[in-house]
């Protein structure tokens, strides 16, 4: 089975805070995927990889940056958190064309 | 780019009846068509899928239909049980273009007994 892990389910941060989420997925698949998950409003992408070190901009980039130095790996950044980043974050992780497996979800809240 | 729209918002059935949420896409170069059943407080779950050279996938009581030309898709579920209660996504992507999956905003599937 495909395992995809996000390193918290729930984190409490402070308006203006730098904060780190990060995914790891073990079956060696090359792209990655990072969505945010709000009522109503969906899935909606923020950034992907295609392979090591390669990002791509998503729906709703702005306030974020990514990080993909190993294909495991593939971590998401708010450089300066804000209250509307209030959110739950998903990480998903697909091989080629096939369909995308998701983590357990990280439930940030910005105060 | 790709935009997915999907309807109903909210659908609420008997059990074992059947219960069916469409979707349209924008995209005429979008070819993979996944859905995803995402239970509360679970993560989204890929139950099925379809690409553009098929017009309808079944497995057990999900079937998917696609209507290429139309541009649009749909998620049909027969002899519903109270465990098909869940969030339902459709979305759509230009697979061999690499490019990501553009989501549609969801159906709340409820099946009452």
């Known amino acids: 089975d495909v395992k995809v892990t996000q390193s918290s389910r729930y984190l409490v941060k402070r308006t203006g805070e730098k904060v780190f989420l990060e995914c790891v997925q073990d079956?060696?698949?090359?792209?990655m995927f990072w969505y945010r998950q709000d009522p109503g409003l969906g899935l909606r992408l923020i950034y992907f990889?295609?392979?090591?070190?390669?990002?791509e901009k998503g729906d709703i980039p702005e306030g974020y940056s990514v990080s993909r130095e190993k294909k495991e790996r593939f971590s998401l950044i708010l450089e300066s958190a804000s209250t509307n980043q209030t959110s739950m974050y998903l990480c998903?992780?697909?091989?080629?064309?096939?369909?995308?497996?998701f983590g357990p979800g990280t439930r940030l809240t910005v105060t | 780019g790709e935009n997915v729209e999907q309807h109903p918002s909210t659908l609420s059935v008997q059990e074992g009846d059947s219960a069916v949420i469409k979707c349209t896409y924008s995209?005429?170069?979008?070819?993979?068509f996944p859905w995803y059943k995402q239970e509360l407080g679970k993560r989204p779950q890929l139950i099925i899928d379809?690409?553009?050279?098929?017009g309808e996938k079944k497995d057990q009581r999900i079937a998917v239909t696609l209507n290429k030309t139309a541009k649009h898709f749909s998620l049909h579920i027969t002899e519903t049980q109270p465990e098909d209660s869940a969030v339902y996504f459709c979305?759509?992507?230009?697979?061999?273009?690499?490019?990501?999956?553009?989501f549609g905003k969801g159906t709340t599937l409820s099946v009452s007994s």
């Open positions: 990889s295609y392979d090591v070190k390669m990002k």
């Open positions: 979305a759509a992507s230009n697979a061999q273009a690499g490019t990501a999956l553009i």
């Open positions: 995209d005429s170069a979008s070819n993979y």
């Open positions: 079956m060696d698949h090359e792209n």
């Open positions: 379809i690409r553009s050279n098929v």
């Open positions: 998903a992780s697909s091989l080629g064309t096939g369909g995308q497996y």
